[in-house]
């Protein structure tokens, strides 16, 4: 008898265990690990959907009482054993169910229906046609001569085309098919998200510096070294050539590349340049993609019809055959930490994966990461410096606007006087400008000038954001509201919003300059499929002057004629109770800065802001990582901050507060009062717990909030920590409370 192990394709964390079932005589050559199959479950024998994950000869239960397995789940997504040691490793070291893991390793969850075209498939020799073209002539049948002269040029024809284009009727195709011209088939084919023409882009030859890495990556591969690599390269040093030709190698050898970028957006210019590099070998995975598509991806993976997948953290889980490298562009984004459980890093998967897969791993950024730069300086990553521009160019200059002068001085516009000008200028030169706001919405919150109340989501504690139209909307539920027109508290009048969002900002563009050609990039402008692409080839193709714009515009992008950026409100993120916002201010003023000047024409750029004595703002104006990573180092030392040390927050969520509060504060207590055991002798007081405590927002969508941070020199404490957790959460009588677990969270609850 051979038993399988599976877990049941159900939510429910106490089922968050194998069960064991007999795999019949007629299914034991068509099931292996990672197989979908339909078992019979509980009292009632209701079927479910399973996965195996593991086959044996034996099983610990009475075999008299072990079911039979019913059948395979029809076109089921068969995943690799691989994925399922990911998946448990995932469950291992970030919490949740092995259920849930399970399902992040499946981009493509589910089959869908194949496409199935038809093709029209000539018959008969040259001669044969001329004469049915003769008959159908002199008969007067033109849709019959159409068909037949397009038979005597090519063999092949799609169905719909004859049909279409053509304007040939299904009964004069059946006809032809009955003389024996010709016959119909239908094919099976693979959805294509990628759509782009085949033009091959001129090579560029690396420079002396890129080369280098690209012969230290050669050489370590050759001496059989699968190795860790770090490239800190600044913005425009040309960080992806050197990636192109590390996956040429990769794609010569017959082997798959998988190429991480942080965010959609940066999927269509990424996708342009590899396209022509790699043509139809190359294909995406991310959000946007139908389920069709997403199945159609991995199936085409699997069969080695592409040998190179680009995409954020989801791209990871493509089922290739035989995957030669990992590269993970942009290393330092949090979009790369998932925010849903299992909280999984894509950085630490991907160094399994490469593990598991005997593969490189690369990553590259212009402002690594804390936690990559430091892991690099011990060791852990090699790491290589790109310090040039490509163009040859210098990074842009950079000037840092005081707005506390600006507002003494008379100026209570959204742009600084400098800014306003040099605006002007390159308008009139004919050149490209990009503005930065880290906001979203027509304006910020509303509240009363005379008592101050804050205008607030019934549901969650923020305040509601002004949108155009006079709507209220909380970003947290999408609750909207209408803006009213007196103070529901005391009936003042004098009712206002604060703070520029970039709808505000486009609209004062457009009074400022008149005839002006301004686009807007955030999250409201790129809700369908393709309007990321729409707006990047717009401003790409010179059809705008000034590109307005959230963070998604300053990230990776490449456009030659922006010699200008304006960073407005730079220090927004500074105020943030968490303890990144300096790293996250930094980076992104450095990454913002760098998209002027990455063509032949120099670049400036203006960081306008209410802290020019900040660290972070000054190191990032003189564009110095080393500066800036040293006194963020500092820091986090002296407070026991990752990557210094390890961090695990465990988020306590429930519809009654009281009960919510008090089971933070027994997962708390139980902490402290184990502390011994789960140190296992190490030194008691390298753990440290910290709350429970609310949340920042105490409440969302009707849940409350509550968090414990537990605070470790070593990861493996905070595993155990969260096992202990997880083995006392069994027992516990939980109504509808949920516990997550957030290690080395990048943002804090």
Not at 144 to 156: A, I, R, Y
Not at 212 to 226: L, M, P, Q, Y
Request: charged share 30%.
């Amino acid at each position: 008898m051979i038993y399988a192990d599976v877990i049941i394709d159900i939510s429910l964390d106490k089922l968050d265990r194998p069960f064991s079932y007999r795999i019949p005589e007629n299914l034991l050559e068509k099931v292996d690990v990672g197989t979908r199959v339909l078992v019979p479950f509980g009292k009632g024998n209701t079927i479910k959907k399973a996965y195996i994950i593991a086959l044996s000869e034996n099983t610990a239960y009475d075999p008299e009482k072990v079911k039979d397995i019913a059948g395979i789940a029809k076109d089921a997504v068969t995943i690799e054993e691989k994925q399922v040691e990911l998946a448990a490793f995932i469950r291992k070291s970030f919490g949740g169910t092995m259920n849930q893991a399970l399902k992040v390793v499946l981009p493509a969850k589910a089959s869908v229906k194949k496409l199935e075209f038809r093709e029209v498939v000539r018959l008969m020799g040259r001669e044969e046609l001329l004469a049915l073209k003769g008959e159908a002539l002199r008969k007067h049948q033109n849709a019959k001569v159409k068909l037949l002269e397009e038979l005597l040029l090519q063999e092949t024809i799609p169905y719909e085309w004859i049909t279409g284009k053509l304007g040939v009727s299904s009964s004069s195709i059946a006809s032809l098919a009955k003389a024996g011209a010709l016959k119909v088939e239908s094919v099976t084919r693979y959805r294509n998200p990628v759509h782009m023409d085949s033009r091959e882009e001129e090579r560029k030859s690396l420079s002396p510096d890129q080369q280098a890495i690209v012969d230290a990556v050669r050489e370590d591969e050759k001496n059989g070294i699968k190795g860790r690599y770090l490239i800190h390269g600044i913005t425009g040093s040309g960080k992806t050539e050197v990636y192109m030709a590390l996956i040429e190698d990769v794609v010569k050898k017959g082997k798959q590349a998988i190429f991480l970028i942080p965010e959609i957006a940066l999927t269509y210019q990424t996708l342009v340049r590899f396209f022509r590099r790699f043509g139809n070998r190359v294909s995406v995975m991310n959000s946007t993609l139908s389920p069709g598509e997403k199945y159609d991806q991995c199936m085409r993976a699997k069969n080695g019809e592409i040998d190179i997948v680009i995409g954020p953290r989801s791209a990871l889980f493509v089922p290739f055959p035989d995957l030669g490298m990992i590269i993970m562009d942009e290393e330092h984004e949090t979009s790369y930490k998932s925010e849903s459980t299992p909280k999984y890093h894509a950085r630490i998967v991907a160094e399994k994966l490469a593990d598991m897969s005997d593969c490189a791993f690369v990553m590259g950024s212009a402002t690594p990461s804390v936690d990559a730069y430091y892991n690099a300086q011990q060791g852990h990553y090699r790491m290589f410096k790109l310090k040039e521009r490509l163009t040859g160019g210098a990074l842009p200059m950079v000037s840092v606007v005081d707005l506390r002068r600006e507002l003494k001085e008379g100026n209570r516009s959204i742009f600084s006087g400098k800014l306003k000008e040099l605006l002007r200028d390159r308008i009139d030169r004919g050149e490209q400008s990009i503005l930065f706001l880290n906001r979203r919405g027509y304006s910020g919150f509303i509240s009363c000038r005379e008592c101050g109340k804050v205008m607030k989501c019934p549901h969650c504690d923020v305040s509601l954001s002004e949108h155009y139209g006079g709507k209220l909307v909380c970003h947290y539920c999408g609750y909207e509201t209408t803006r009213p027109e007196v103070c529901p508290e005391c009936g003042s009048k004098y009712i206002a919003g604060f703070k520029a969002g970039t709808e505000q900002i486009e609209e004062s563009l457009n009074r400022l300059f008149p005839g002006v050609k301004v686009l807007r990039m955030d999250a409201d402008t790129t809700k369908t499929k393709d309007s990321y692409e729409k707006i990047l080839s717009t401003f790409s193709n010179g059809e705008a002057q000034i590109l307005v714009g959230t963070q998604m515009i300053v990230k990776g992008h490449d456009f030659p004629k922006v010699t200008l950026v304006g960073v407005l409100a730079a220090d927004l993120s500074l105020g943030s109770t968490d303890f990144h916002a300096a790293e996250r201010t930094f980076q992104l003023l450095v990454q913002a800065v760098g998209r002027a000047g990455r063509g032949e024409l120099p670049g400036e750029a203006v960081i306008q802001t209410y802290q020019p004595e900040h660290y972070a703002i000054g190191f990032a104006a003189a564009q110095d990582y080393e500066g800036f990573f040293e006194e963020e180092k500092a820091y986090r030392s002296l407070l026991g901050y990752p990557p210094l040390a390890h961090m695990l927050a465990v988020q306590i969520f429930g519809p009654d507060r009281e009960r919510a509060e008090k089971l933070a504060e027994n997962i708390g207590g139980g902490i402290r009062k184990n502390a011994p055991d789960i140190t296992e002798g190490a030194d008691v007081s390298g753990m440290a717990v910290i709350g429970p405590a609310p949340a920042s927002i105490g409440r969302i969508k009707d849940m409350y909030r509550f968090v414990v941070y537990i605070k470790a020199e070593r990861y493996d404490i905070l595993v155990k920590a969260k096992d202990l957790i997880e083995e006392r959460l069994k027992s516990a009588r939980l109504k509808n409370e949920i516990v997550q677990f957030d290690f080395d969270p990048v943002n804090m609850l």
